[in-house]
T-cell receptor, first 108, second 112 residues
Framework: SQQGEEDPQALSIQEGENATMNCSYK?????LQWYRQNSGRGLVHLIL?????REKHSGRLRVTLDTSKKSSSLLITASRAADTASYFC????????FGTGTRLQVFP | KAGVTQTPRYLIKTRGQQVTLSCSPI?????VSWYQQTPGQGLQFLFE???????NKGNFPGRFSGRQFSNSRSEMNVSTLELGDSALYLC???????????FGPGTRLTVL
């Protein structure tokens, strides 16, 4: 499959805990983007990490990229109930190829 | 700056009909891409337009088509609708700097 794989497929945690989601891909990349999708709605752009970057932060989000392992991870620290959503990684430039997504449930 | 807008937000059609969806990109963005999201297939790329020209195309049948206007607004059309076309259709506009794609809220199409 061209799609990347994300794991876990689903994750349930309590508020305040950290959530880590992983994304693997098969071909070389120029950059990798992470998105959040609340139930049945549009995708919200979170972070773009370039192939020459190893780590990037945005607020409570931390993204790492290991091009030698063809993998990336998204860490959400001190999670909140509002972080409940599906999270996708996507590679490509003009044509994005999405991973299968991780469904995160944060319980208050 | 206003985000990507899509109209309509919800649509119900019957098999055999055709449908047109509209997307207005972020001001200044010249590239517009379309994606289909279904529970079974996930997010799949349909096509991408840049300066009124189709630049990339995904693996969808010819019933799926699109166009882009001189103001960068884009439309996609699906003819002879099938039940399997029921999906969330997402439009994205691309910033020219690092190809970040920003998505609209989507159009939920239901084919009965």
């Amino acid at each position: 499959s061209q799609q990347g794989e994300e794991d876990p497929q689903a994750l349930s945690i309590q508020e305040g805990e950290n959530a880590t989601m992983n994304c693997s891909y098969k071909t070389s990349i120029n950059n990798l983007q992470w998105y959040r999708q609340n139930s049945g709605r549009g995708l919200v752009h979170l972070i773009l990490i370039r192939s020459n970057e190893r780590e990037k932060h945005s607020g409570r989000l931390r993204v790492t990229l290991d091009t030698s392992k063809k993998s990336s991870s998204l860490l959400i620290t001190a999670s909140r109930a509002a972080d409940t959503a599906s999270y996708f990684c996507a590679r490509g430039t003009d044509k994005l190829i999405f991973g299968t997504g991780t469904r995160l449930q944060v319980f208050p | 700056k206003a985000g990507v807008t899509q109209t309509p937000r919800y649509l119900i059609k019957t098999r055999g009909q055709q449908v047109t969806l509209s997307c207005s990109p972020i001001s200044g963005h010249r590239s517009v891409s379309w994606y289909q999201q279904t529970p079974g297939q996930g997010l799949q790329f349909l096509f991408e337009y840049f300066s009124e020209t189709q630049r990339n195309k995904g693996n969808f049948p010819g019933r799926f088509s699109g166009r882009q206007f001189s103001n960068s607004r884009s439309e996609m059309n699906v003819s002879t609708l099938e039940l399997g076309d029921s999906a969330l259709y997402l439009c994205a506009s691309t910033s020219s700097s690092w190809n970040e794609q920003f998505f609209g809220p989507g159009t939920r199409l239901t084919v009965l």
